[in-house]
């Protein structure tokens, strides 16, 4: 071979390597941060009380 075809077969070489590199997938994954905004007050404890206390009256037989 002759020094100029080996310098293409060199080039070619070079070329076909960065295509085949820039042709690989990436994946990337993006996951948000979840938020969750929980307010409990005593109201709701009252308003559960009320309703076990409800159910308890119509069911005495429960527990």
Known sequence: ???A???RAVALIGLIAV???ACTPTVRLQVDPIQIY???DAD???RLDKE???LLVEN???F
């Open 44 to 46: 709701v404890r009252i």
């Open 5 to 7: 075809k080996t310098r």
């Open 60 to 62: 005495p037989n429960l």
């Open 19 to 21: 295509g085949a590199a």
């Open 52 to 54: 076990l206390q409800d």
């Open 38 to 40: 929980a307010k409990l």
């Open 1 to 3: 071979m002759t020094r």
